[in-house]
């Protein structure tokens, strides 16, 4: 059974950081594309950060600068540290493993920025 289990999400003041993780069971965790995605209220679900092949990464814009993903392929986890935040970056954050056709997803975890 395939199991991706975020952690690390919670309140922040503007300007924190937070590291979230995302822990994967159930696969070959090396050969899945791993990402991060964020949903805020009303709000479609976007892109945050992703490897694109190998250990290339790619970001948003709204987080190039702040935001930096990084994989552990020995504890099959990745990982999103998270600095300079803002309240924009309220959201409910979501770890995603894809290798061709196979396309998991987590449960998410709240990130909340605010004094």
């Keep these: 059974q395939v199991q991706l289990a975020e952690s690390g999400g919670g309140l922040v003041q503007p300007g924190g950081s937070l590291r979230l993780s ?3 069971s159930g696969i070959i965790f090396s050969l899945y594309t791993m990402s991060w ?21 790619n970001y948003a814009n ?10 552990d392929n020995g504890k099959k986890t990745v990982y999103l540290q998270m600095n300079s935040l803002k ?23 709240q990130v909340t920025v605010s004094s």
Aim: hydrophobic letters at 30%; charged letters at 25%.
């Design 87 to 109: 309240p924009e970056d309220t959201a409910v954050y979501y770890c995603r493993a894809k290798f061709g056709a196979r396309d998991y997803w987590g449960q998410g975890t």
């Design 22 to 24: 995302c822990a994967a």
């Design 37 to 57: 995605y964020r949903q805020a209220p009303g709000k479609q679900r976007e892109l945050v950060a992703g490897f694109t092949d190998g250990l290339n990464t």
């Design 62 to 71: 709204s987080v190039k600068g702040r935001f930096t993903i990084s994989r």
